[in-house]
């Protein structure tokens, strides 16, 4: 079946840099986007972007424009959200999910905390 | 950037009762691109509508979505006790996509 594996928590001091991954299989990799969503402490789901596979061409929101890179690997079917210059409120749950322009988001992985302090 | 408001904020209804949920968008656009998802705590999202209408696979039936131009709503015709969650619209498309603040179902 699909399934989107992410990697496990981290932890990190303000200005670091950290990349979370999420390992896919059950599906074509290069048909579909992967997007990249987040949810701080007590707040709503927030759009952080998202990369069409088969091109490698990504669109970021505009919160995270010039501290956030996405990127793929087709040879291990993998999704990689690198985000930089981290903040206190960068702290959330962020969360790869499957999708394109005709459905949205329909496979979601688990889930990656990330704690900033 | 298309801005979704949700109403309300809070739905306090009783097991078997219907929910209706508003999404309102800033500015008109496809209803092609507009989704509904379930958040419960603990849990990733899950997707229950896209294309404004359309259940997702594996989504039962008193689920739907209806709407067009800058209102969407979902309906769940007859509330479960696993239905009491978080639910969110999104729009998305060719380019930026967004959510709205959400809508929580709680017990009454």
């Known amino acids: 079946q699909v399934q989107l594996v992410q990697s496990g928590a981290e932890m990190k001091k303000p200005g670091a840099s950290v990349k979370v991954s999420c390992k896919t299989s059950?599906?074509?990799?290069?048909?579909?986007?992967i997007s990249w969503v987040r949810q701080a402490p007590g707040q709503g789901l927030e759009w952080v972007g998202r990369i069409t596979v088969y091109t490698g061409n990504a669109i970021y929101s505009p919160n995270f424009q010039g501290r956030v890179t996405m990127t793929t690997d087709t040879s291990t079917t993998t999704a990689f959200l690198e985000l930089r210059s981290l903040r206190s409120d960068d702290t959330a749950v962020y969360y790869c999910a499957r999708g394109d322009v005709v459905v949205g988001m329909d496979v979601w992985g688990q889930g990656t905390p990330l704690i900033v302090s | 950037e298309i801005v979704l408001t949700q109403s309300p904020a809070t739905l306090s209804l009783s097991p078997g009762e219907r929910a209706t949920l508003s999404c309102r968008a800033s500015q008109s656009f496809s209803a092609s691109y507009l989704a509904w998802y379930q958040h419960k705590p603990g849990q990733a999202p899950k997707l229950l509508i896209y294309?404004?209408?359309t259940r997702a696979t594996g989504v039962p039936d008193r689920f739907s979505g209806s709407g067009s131009g800058t209102d969407f709503t979902l309906t769940i015709s007859r509330l479960e006790p696993e239905d009491f969650a978080l639910y969110y619209c999104q729009h998305y498309g060719w380019s930026q996509w967004t959510f709205g603040q959400g809508t929580k179902v709680e017990i009454k």
């Open positions: 294309g404004a209408s």
């Open positions: 059950g599906y074509g990799f290069r048909s579909y986007d």
